[in-house]
């Protein structure tokens, strides 16, 4: 080896040394600090050991200070690259907070929209492991003014390879419209915070002061539904990401991975009949019936705390990946209202993006009219759902437990066959009806109501028609065919292995937008 190599793999191997320590010791003491990880620890508890390998190592700043002060910034705060995620390659972008506070300056946003376009390109999931202050003021390259193009980008390859954003630190103002426009959002209840503007910028615009929680991982759990999951550290966080991904496909072109499952796909599940009370007034938690069902009793809930009436989550039976949506009797009604049927269809858009067969759990009264759902638009959300379910092409299974009732039950719950579901069951319990309630329609359409009118079929309206009646005839567009509680389990996976070559072809359109989104 000649001098003039010597001297540029001794430069190559000092700024490696340089970018391991990012912003120096005393910022990642201060990251420790606070409870968080840095950027590189992050990329390590998402990968598969020694499988990280970077891209744009060499590259840092070339945007100065207003003030004329040189700029140094180790992989301008950005550390991008592919690892292997049980074996399977992905991408993954990581701002380092230890730089310049994660900054985006022109080369960090030129390294993270090159890492979206070669994500999708490739046909690899993008994970985003979050912590950024935002575009790079005060610098002669203003980073802000690149965050069009990650939206752009974002939205462009929304459904071609999964997007996952995993947030670890502050996202205020423009910065955080990136998270929603991924497929899912994880957030560390330690660490991460998402405003339109903060308790300070809010103060400084309208005077207004808002609490700190606002913002919150909780917060947008619980109230704003935006997090899809929420865990208490970043390394939890991370490893939960990680556990999303085993359900995911690479890209829009593939089916989800099938794993190795030592579950018996025969095993009965009678104990589900000592769960599902058979006199309808009485609840009970659906997740019990779940536990039950899928393969090892685990599930990956998403929402879990926001409209709780609604259960969203992946499962396996037999191995196979699926998304189960399933009512739960334990809260009011097990109603559909507005924060569900939000809950509902952004669920159900990520399984058709991503061939991910869809599992049913029908137990619901009808949609409960109210001058407060009313007003927050639920006829429009539930038409959000009503398009997306009937346009969805994947695998859509249904089981009717107790009930199903009315528009919620009959079609938004998948407990129809003309709403394109292609395979409904029933338990022998289940039972089927236009009304739930012991509505006297002559109070609603008082004295305009003609006798024989209400004779004839409205007051017949809210009678209930058993299973046997249902599923004796077909032209009732409700059942394919009724199974005993004990056999749930085996019947599902049936219908998903009959299933697993479906093709449905919908009209050409240009746009697949439809209804507006919510």
């Known amino acids: 080896m000649d001098k003039v190599m010597a001297a540029a793999i001794k430069r190559y191997h000092d700024l490696q040394d340089k970018n391991l320590l990012g912003g120096g010791i005393e910022h990642i003491e201060r990251q420790h600090g606070r409870g968080k990880l840095t950027a590189r ?23 100065a200070r207003m003030d004329g002060r040189a700029a140094v910034a180790p992989c301008d705060g950005a550390v991008v690259g592919t690892v292997k995620v049980h074996g399977r390659l992905t991408m993954v972008y990581a701002p380092d907070f230890t730089v310049l506070g994660g900054s985006m300056g022109s080369q960090h946003g030129f390294k993270y929209c090159r890492s979206l376009e070669m994500a999708a390109k490739w046909g690899i999931p993008m994970v985003i492991l979050s912590d950024s202050s935002g575009g790079r003021l005060g610098y002669s390259d203003v980073g802000g003014g690149g965050y069009d193009v990650v939206f752009r980008l974002q ?46 910028q809010t103060a400084a615009s309208t005077g207004e002061k808002i609490d700190k929680e606002i913002g919150s991982a909780d917060y947008h759990m619980k109230f704003t539904g935006t997090a899809d999951i929420v865990e208490d550290d970043d390394e939890v966080s991370i490893k939960r990401c990680r556990e999303l991904l085993r359900y995911l496909p690479q890209n829009y072109r593939e089916k989800p991975p099938r794993w190795e499952d030592s579950n018996d796909p025969d095993r009965n599940v009678d104990s589900v009949m000592d769960i599902v009370p058979t006199d309808f007034d009485k609840t009970y938690d659906m997740h019990d019936v779940i536990e039950q069902l899928v393969d090892d009793g685990n599930y990956l809930e998403i ?3 926001y409209a709780k009436n609604l259960i969203t989550c992946f499962c396996r039976f037999d191995g196979e990946p699926v998304g189960l ?3 739960n009797p334990a809260y009011p009604g097990s109603i559909l209202e507005v924060n569900s049927c939000d809950k509902y269809y952004r669920f159900l858009q990520a399984l058709d993006g991503y061939n991910i067969p869809l599992v049913n759990l029908v137990d619901t009264p009808p949609v409960v009219p109210g001058r407060e759902e009313e007003a927050r638009g639920l006829l429009r959300h539930i038409g959000k759902i009503t398009d997306v379910y009937a346009t969805t092409t994947v695998p859509k299974i249904s089981v009717v437990l107790r009930e199903a009732y009315a528009d919620a039950g009959s079609m938004i719950m998948g407990g129809g066959k003309s ?12 039972r089927f009806g236009i009304e739930a309630s012991t509505l006297d329609y002559r109070e609603v359409y008082g004295k305009g109501i003609e006798d024989d009118a209400y004779d004839a079929y409205l007051s017949r309206a809210r009678e209930k028609v058993d299973a046997f009646d249902t599923a004796h005839a077909w032209t009732s567009q409700m059942v394919d065919d009724m199974i005993l509680p004990g056999d749930t389990r085996t019947k599902i996976i049936e219908a998903l292995q009959v299933t697993r070559n479906k093709s449905e072809q919908l009209p050409a359109r240009a746009k697949t937008h439809s209804s507006p989104p919510t």
């Open 155 to 200: 939205s462009i390859f929304s459904g071609v390879v999964p997007q996952i954003t995993v947030l670890m630190g502050p996202c205020i103002a423009g910065g955080a419209y990136t998270p929603t426009l991924c497929d899912f959002l994880l957030m560390s209840r330690i660490s991460a915070n998402m405003w339109i503007g903060g308790p300070r």
């Open 419 to 430: 709403m394109g579901t292609d395979v409904i069951y029933c338990w022998p319990t289940a």
């Open 41 to 63: 620890e992050r990329i390590d508890v998402l990968a598969d050991p020694g499988t990280f390998s970077e891209r744009g190592s060499v590259v840092g700043t070339t945007s």
């Open 325 to 327: 949506v399933a009512n």
């Open 303 to 305: 929402k879990d705390e």
